[in-house]
């Protein structure tokens, strides 16, 4: 175990370290390629004689490269020997849900997780890539542009980061199925019912050729922009399509992998699907790697990964970040579901840990509460033997940590979400199982977090005021509706003026930061969540409508 001080806040933390004592300046590193080490591996002294590396290759260099730099300066005096234990380490980052990052704030977060040694980052695409002639899907979007990514791609390679693109490609195609060119590319036009609300459609249909031409065209333009052989094509959540069809979803897979641009790439595709049918894993394409996602602490990575050794299907392991849909994350949840995920790794021979960062529901969380997430996959990708108990706190924000256990003050736990702001999202959802008491507590554990913003003026420190004001918000929502019967409608009047303008207070502080880290594009449809819930204050009663807009929108009305 590293002692107090600096050696406690190396992330990840080395698998082999003894401290020498004493303190040194650290000099210019001699540095040796040597052999007795696995790849990416390297071997760092620092004591009176001066500092050394010792690497297997590039790669081990500018990772011992790194810890020295973690190290400061003086440096105590340690021998360190480190490797990783998964050649794939990354973060995938939603830029598909209303929030699109500027390109500082991108690159800034691209140093941030190569000091970490993760190797790998995937932009997750739906429609904010500028494709040629299809401006009506991306105009009010604020997408990248080819020259962006490669920009971004060229920032990436000296950092050892792999740029690897992402594109949807059956699912989650809403964003161009509302348009009335492409609806007839959607497997049911009319859409489908989703927790309570009417969505329209988000999946193309298999059998038709023109989606197929559509997404060729798609993966044609876009595959160029990056220079490393691999690709995530999705695949996940075909909401409309019968599990009866899951061969109409293998030949699709087949044939999109038989496409010119992407015959040589390694080719991902998300695992949910295929862990429902592990009849059919045979039958994937040689060059597809299955990244499995779960993002609850008893996701069963075990047996799935297990499945697919045992198919001989090389697989990744893909846990979440707890962020989405609770504004403050889920820290506890976050930990056990990356243990479970790299244990499960360690065992079956999965060759990748993939981070992920959804943005769903208008992607409000602050940059400071997705860090932690970020930093322990990281660390448990690297080595999971020494990283499971690691202080995020004090690798990444003090008070985002402690402020990402505020949900658990309730026993009513619910997946994917915090049950204290679900109701938020889903006005028409009854509030049970949440006592008084448990709203107090989590009030109590707001007020601790807070107070470790108290002498900060930096952005995330506003950003993350911001976010407690509007779990706030949902809490005195809650507690309105314990003294009815748990629905919106049940609130008295003159409780429901006060969040009202509580709620319009948060929609306008939200307009206000947006800007400060995300292209302007998405915000109207991520403060359409607020507007939404201001208005069903208002008005007493419960929007039936999805937050976005499921018609037509070439008449210019803004995403």
Not at 550 to 557: A, F, P, R, T, W
Request: aromatic share 8%; glycine share 8%; hydrophobic share 40%.
């Amino acid at each position: 175990m590293p002692s107090p001080g600096r050696l406690a806040r190396l992330c990840p933390r080395p698998r082999h370290l003894a401290e020498l004592g004493g303190e040194f300046a650290p000099s210019h590193p001699v540095v040796r390629r040597v052999t007795d080490l696995p790849a990416q591996g390297y071997r760092l002294v620092v004591d009176a004689d001066g500092t050394r590396i010792d690497a297997r290759d590039d790669a081990g260099e500018h990772y011992g490269r790194l810890t020295l730099a973690q190290l400061g300066t003086p440096s105590p005096g340690v021998i360190i020997e480190d490797w990783p234990d998964l050649a794939v380490r990354g973060v995938m980052l939603d830029v598909s849900r209303d929030r699109v990052p500027t390109m500082q704030s991108l690159k800034f977060l691209i140093e941030r997780l190569a000091g970490w040694k993760l190797n790998q980052l995937q932009l997750y695409l739906e429609h904010t890539f500028a494709y040629d002639g299809h401006n009506e899907v991306w105009q009010n979007a604020s997408p990248f542009t080819s020259d962006e990514i490669r920009e971004i791609d060229a920032y990436c390679k000296p950092r050892y980061i792999e740029l690897v693109a992402n594109q949807n490609c059956l699912g989650h195609a809403e964003r161009w199925l509302r348009h009335s060119r492409y609806r007839p590319l959607a497997l049911s036009h009319t859409g489908f019912d989703f927790i309570g609300l009417r969505r329209g459609p988000t999946t193309l249909d298999p059998s038709n050729p023109l989606a197929f031409q559509f997404v060729e065209s798609l993966l044609n333009e876009l595959l160029p922009c990056f220079s490393i052989q691999r690709v995530n094509i999705g695949m996940d959540e075909p909401w409309e399509l019968p599990a009866d069809r899951i061969h109409d979803y293998v030949e699709w897979m087949q044939r999109l992998c038989d496409l010119p641009i992407l015959r040589e790439r390694e080719v991902i595709v998300w695992g949910d699907i295929l862990a429902h049918h592990p009849g059919v894993l045979g039958e994937l394409p040689d060059n597809v790697v299955v990244a499995d996602w779960g993002y609850e602490a008893d996701h069963p990575f075990d047996s799935r990964t297990a499945t697919l050794a045992a198919a001989g299907r090389q697989h990744w392991v893909c846990p979440g970040t707890s962020s989405w849909q609770s504004l403050l994350g889920r820290t506890t949840n976050m930990r056990a579901n990356t243990i479970g995920a790299a244990r499960a790794a360690g065992t079956s021979g999965a060759t990748g840990l993939l981070m992920t960062e959804w943005g769903d529901w208008g992607h409000h969380q602050p940059a400071a509460v997705s860090l932690p997430g970020f930093a322990f996959g990281a660390a448990m990708s690297w080595c999971s033997a020494t990283n499971s108990d690691i202080d995020l706190a004090e690798v990444t924000d003090s008070a985002a940590v402690a402020l990402g256990d505020v949900y658990l003050a309730t026993g009513a736990q619910r997946p994917n979400c915090s049950a204290f702001v679900r109701h938020l999202y889903l006005p028409q959802a009854r509030v049970r199982h949440i006592t008084h008491d448990e709203l107090d507590a989590a009030r109590a554990c707001i007020d601790t977090g807070i107070r470790k913003l108290e002498a900060r003026t930096d952005a995330d420190a506003e950003e993350l005021r911001w976010a407690t004001d509007v779990v706030r918000l949902a809490l005195d929502d809650a507690e309105a509706r314990l003294q009815g019967d748990g629905t919106l409608a049940s609130i008295t009047a003159d409780r429901r003026v006060g969040l009202a303008d509580a709620a319009l207070d948060i929609e306008t502080r939200h307009a206000e930061l947006w800007p400060r880290r995300s292209r302007p594009g998405g915000l109207a449809g991520s403060r359409r969540w607020f507007t939404r819930l201001r208005d069903g204050y208002v008005a007493g009663a419960v929007p039936t409508r999805w937050p976005y807009p499921e018609v037509d929108l070439s008449d210019g009305e803004a995403e």
